[in-house]
């Protein structure tokens, strides 16, 4: 069993694999990854409130899996990560725009029509 602290806490791992760690917080024993445990002692200095590893373990993999959608318009990147319909988004000379795919879409076609027509 090893031993580590961090923030005040003494972390202990559980087993000889040293793949999951608690922490007792307010009379009440956490386990979970290393990394999950930690998340949760800086959710308690930060807030005073106990969350448990397991639920920043699942929000951070939902987060992962949920990498939004991209989509590549005439070499700008529009990309929404909700799947909301307004939520699209894309860098546009050194601006971030903001709004629905089809909006932002005839942004950039209004722009580089108006750069043609310059030329």
Known sequence: MALASYR????KSVGSTN??????????????SLSAVKKSIDWWCDTAS???PSQLTQSSTERA???????????????????AN?????????????GGKLAIQRHIEAYLIAKKKAE
Not at 86 to 98: D, S
């Open 8 to 11: 005040g806490f003494t972390l």
């Open 19 to 32: 793949q999951i760690w608690k922490v007792t917080i307010k009379n009440r024993e956490l386990q979970g």
């Open 50 to 52: 106990i969350i448990d």
């Open 65 to 83: 899996s949920n990498s939004g959608t991209r989509e590549n318009f005439h070499g700008f990147t529009i990309k929404n990560d909700s799947g």
């Open 86 to 98: 307004n939520a699209w988004y894309c860098m546009f000379n050194g601006r971030l725009i903001k």
